[in-house]
């Protein structure tokens, strides 16, 4: 039997198809334009993709999907029988996404509540997982909303890049923007604070900066029960054993996720990036 709501999110959830086909979550792309050819992240363009065009000095820039996007997608919930729809986005402070789906929400057929995670990667994505267990125990628009905002509440993301340039040309930086002055001679540790990416702290060399980084996420997920996701853009001979070594070294690991960001993601960070998201359960 259907379940009464529907699930709406964005492609920078990044969640595996495997989740996405379990429960039958919709994804609305973001676009990614390299030069003048603008294509829908996650359908046209891959990782591997915005890697090669970054590497290759070619513009690279993102747009926030359309608020007819969304209302498509709330029109096919309702023509499949939702009786309400939960769609869960990007960082209000990183895209316009929420603001678009917003815009169609006022129009559906059927009520619609949007949440704004204020994270991204799969710090959104196990936020829109929360919502699903919800929705398929029979939960309400409210009582779906209010698990998404408690399990991204405790959420945290971390993420290491050999450069700051990337964010610098989308204007993703935020407070980090301090740090360019000294770019060359450090290698910047990023987390998401108030759904904004800011500075964290300063290594010298890319080891330590990834072994700092393993030690935050240790640190943080303590002993209680996590979800952790390891996110890279081509880098991932960094986070095959970093995600290893978070196995062996987090005593309540649950569920160990690594992936590839994708090219919305990709464009702001550069090739190198290794991100790692600590989820309580």
């Known amino acids: 039997m259907p379940a009464d709501l529907a699930l709406v999110t964005d492609s920078t959830a990044y969640l595996p198809q495997q989740a996405v086909d379990r429960h039958a979550i919709t994804v609305v792309p973001l676009s990614v334009a390299v030069g003048d050819e603008v ?104 009582e779906v909303a209010a698990a998404v905002e408690r399990r991204t509440a405790g959420t945290s993301g971390f993420f290491y890049v050999d450069t700051l340039d990337y964010l610098r040309r989308g204007g993703r930086i935020g407070a980090a923007r301090a740090l360019l002055g000294s770019a060359l001679a450090v290698k910047p540790l990023l987390h998401l604070d108030g759904g904004r990416i800011e500075p964290l702290e300063k290594v010298r060399t890319a080891s330590r900066g990834i072994a700092r980084l393993e030690e935050i996420a240790v640190e943080r997920a303590g002993e209680r029960e996590v979800d952790i996701a390891v996110h890279h853009l081509a880098a991932e001979d960094r986070a095959e054993p970093l995600a290893e070594r978070l196995r062996e070294q987090v005593p309540g690991l649950r569920d160990l996720y690594v992936g590839e960001v994708g090219a919305v993601i990709g464009a702001h960070v550069g090739p190198g990036l290794l991100a790692v998201v600590v989820a309580p359960r």
């Open 39 to 142: 294509r829908a992240e996650g359908v046209e363009i891959s990782p591997k993709d915005v890697a090669e065009a970054l590497r290759g000095k070619h513009r690279v820039t993102t747009s926030r999907p359309s608020p007819e996007s969304f209302a498509a997608a709330y029109r096919a919930a309702a023509e499949g029988g939702a009786r309400g729809v939960v769609s869960v986005h990007i960082s209000g402070e990183l895209s316009g996404t929420a603001e678009a789906a917003r815009l169609a929400a006022a129009e559906s057929p059927v009520p619609v509540r949007v949440v704004d995670s204020r994270l991204v990667g799969m710090a959104l994505g196990y936020g829109v997982l929360a919502a699903a267990e919800v929705i398929e125990a029979g939960g309400g628009l409210d």
